[in-house]
C-alpha cells in the first residue's frame, strides 16, 4: 500500500513539475521580441486623416512630390506612385519609391496612408571571360579583365523607411497643397539626401 501511495505521489510531482516547465516556456515565448522590431503600435506614423475627399487628398499628395523632385510613376484616384533617385557616394546609388493610398472614413473626410521603400545598389566590377586555347585540353574560358570599366550596378539592400521625421514632412507638405491652405505655410524642402542612413 505505501509503494503504491509513493508512486502515485511520485506521478503528481512529475505531473506538476511538467506542468510548471511548460508554463514558463509559455511566458518565455509571449514576452520575447516580435520579429524584426515589429510591434504594431498606435503611432501614426503612415497615415494622416484630413477633411478632404480621397481624390482631393491624392491629388495633393501627388503636387506634394513633384514639388520635391519625384517622378510619378502611376496614379489612380485613391493612389499616387512615385520615386526619387539619390547618390550620396560615387559608388552607392539609392532609389526611394513612394506609394500612397487615399481611402474614405465613414464620418467624411479621408484617410492617407504613405509609405517609402529604399532600395540601395552598388558599383561592382565584374571582370570579363577570354577563351584561352590550351593544347590537349581544348579551350578554357577565364575571367581576365579587358580594358575600361566594365562595374555594374548591385542591388544591395532594401528597407521600409521607418524614419518619422521623413513622414512627418511629407503629410506636412501634402496638407499645404490641401484647398484653403495659406500660401504663407509652406514647409521647410526637403533634404537632398535618403531619409535613413544607407549602408553600403
Known sequence: MSSFNRTSRSVVLTV?????VAGCGSDRSRSQAPPLGEVFGAEDTYSRSYPVSPAVACESA?????GQGY?????T????EATKNFQPESDIHTQLAVRTTCVPRAEGGSIVFINAVQERYA???QSS???VGVSMIGSVS???PIGGSN???VRVGSNTVQNQEFYSRLFDRLAFYLPGTPAHAAPEPEPDRPPDPVIP
Request: glycine share 4%.
Open 16 to 20: 506538476a513539475l511538467a506542468v510548471l
Open 62 to 66: 501627388r503636387r506634394a512630390l513633384l
Open 71 to 75: 517622378a510619378i510613376a502611376g496614379m
Open 77 to 80: 484616384a485613391e493612389t499616387v
Open 123 to 125: 558599383l561592382k566590377a
Open 129 to 131: 571571360s577570354a577563351s
Open 142 to 144: 577565364l575571367p581576365i
Open 151 to 153: 562595374a555594374n550596378l
